[in-house]
């Protein structure tokens, strides 16, 4: 049996996964994300118990995804001050000596879907995650788009609902972003308790859902994509799905005509992998490192 | 010598043109458009003075581009009634012959720039107009990106500038679209009078280069455009492009780093092509038809 290794790396665990070429994972392990010193090691050991074909990386971010700069698979400006500027992938080369696929850990999470979850039968589709952050993966003809680093459409600008009750927001970079007033930690900071807490409380998530619907507006006129996929920690409250569904064609308001919009219960779902979009995405990649290896 | 077709159609006059394969164009044409019956005639006998070898169309939308669908080609939306539903591509090519290509407008713009204007060196690059409406081009590897539809990045939702004087948009979709807050008829109707009019007023470009670096903020964090190119009608003003680039930088607040940032001149920059991007673009389109046709 051919092997290969996944990796998702996290602020606050890494999952690392040995699967095979049907996307099936037949080991795993996670351990916390503390220091390179700590950490690398433990998982090179994990991955060197199979003679796995290549390695693939949904990491977090920002890192660098353009093949010909000389800091190619580093993570730079992270927060995680441990990990800045941290050579991931060329550490994995050299100790694994086998290829290593890379990307951002939303397009993994858009690829995992597309491979073996809800996006199988589109070729252009997005992944959004809200939680800590919040994120979007782009598959573009099915391959993750980067441009010109990749993209961080969580950090879209918005219009502000008039009844905000928060000045701010939690982005130190911008006042009126999405991540800013949508994250998991933009409702602890407005309403003063953790989502999980506030399950029972309506304007919370009509308002979660009217930013949400917003960006998801935003994304369907721009990216035109066949299908949306919502994944992360916020989007478990019961309900918020189909009231960011609702929020999303009431900003759109009849101005974009298809056939899949005829059935927006097909067209913005929730993620299909139970929470495994991220690690089969990585698996995904490392299949793709393999097929283009030399 | 070999010739191409290529048409610009737009919503009052409609270019046509014979360009050779070096970008040339060699023979051009405008008529204003009426309706079906009268402009299309006129439009085939000029192509047919010339044994082009196929025809390329960048058309005002929306359009439907999905090759698979039963009325690929057609004009489909449009307010322009005598146009609705107007089967574009399958009357040129039953008249003439010939394999035509087709895409939008900025589309069509986006990828005169990438063949012989300022975006020549990348890859990712978007076009954006600002005129009698607000599109975005998109060149993704250097093709034009569609997905679902295509994208139609005037109607993505901004934040409101508290001291807009104008309550609604000039939107009859969106309150807060960039379209209806900052096209050519919003000017007009914020301050009822036309833009050409309002050269001299200082407040009337800060607040249009406050919405369209807020859009050009989003369009960096969503899209990661590797160069982003803007022309129209509106961006005529003197002065607009370099304050839009300072309004985005600003937006964007140091969040993205890339080399090609630490250059803003060459980032954000005016069409280069002299007005000729679109039809230099529909020329390219009939290049690429000749190349992939049977």
Same mark, same amino acid.
């Given at each position: 049996m051919d092997y290969y290794g996944a990796l998702e790396t996290?602020?606050?665990?890494? @999952?690392? &996964?040995i699967g095979?070429?049907?996307?099936h994972i037949v080991q795993q392990m996670t351990i916390p994300t503390t220091t390179p010193a700590e950490t690398?090691?433990?998982m090179i050991a994990f991955f060197r118990e199979y003679r796995i074909r290549t390695l693939g990386i949904g990491s977090f971010g920002p890192v660098d995804l353009n093949p010909a700069s000389p800091t190619y698979g580093f993570i730079t400006d992270t927060p995680k001050l441990a990990w800045q500027n941290f050579p991931l992938v060329p550490e994995f080369q050299n100790t694994l000596s086998v290829p290593v696929g890379l990307d951002t850990d @939303?397009? &993994?999470?858009a690829l995992g879907e597309a491979a073996w979850g809800c996006t199988r039968d589109v070729s252009n589709s997005i992944y959004i995650t809200v939680g800590t952050g919040i994120g979007v993966g782009i598959l573009v003809e099915g391959k993750p788009y980067h441009g010109m680093i990749h993209p961080e459409g969580g950090h879209i600008l918005l219009h502000r609902h008039p009844d905000d009750p928060m000045?701010?927001?939690?982005c130190p970079f911008h006042r009126h972003c999405l991540e800013g007033l949508a994250s998991g930690p933009a409702l602890e900071k407005r309403w003063g308790r953790k989502g999980e807490e506030l399950s029972q409380i309506p304007r919370v998530w009509e308002l979660e859902a009217y930013y949400l619907g917003q960006a998801v507006a935003t994304?369907?006129?721009l990216l035109s994509p066949e299908r949306i996929v919502m994944g992360g920690g916020v989007m478990r409250q019961p309900g918020l799905l189909a009231m960011v569904r609702e929020a999303s064609l009431r900003q759109v308001n009849g101005y974009l005509r298809s056939p899949r919009l005829a059935d927006p219960?097909?067209?913005l779902v929730g993620a299909s992998l139970q929470g495994r979009q991220g690690i089969l995405?990585?698996?995904r990649l490392a299949q793709e490192a393999f097929k283009t290896s030399p």
């Open positions: 996290g602020g606050t665990k890494m @999952v690392c &996964a095979d070429d049907q996307g690398m090691p433990a @939303v397009n &993994a999470a000045e701010d927001s939690c994304y369907m006129m219960d097909s067209y995405g990585a698996l």
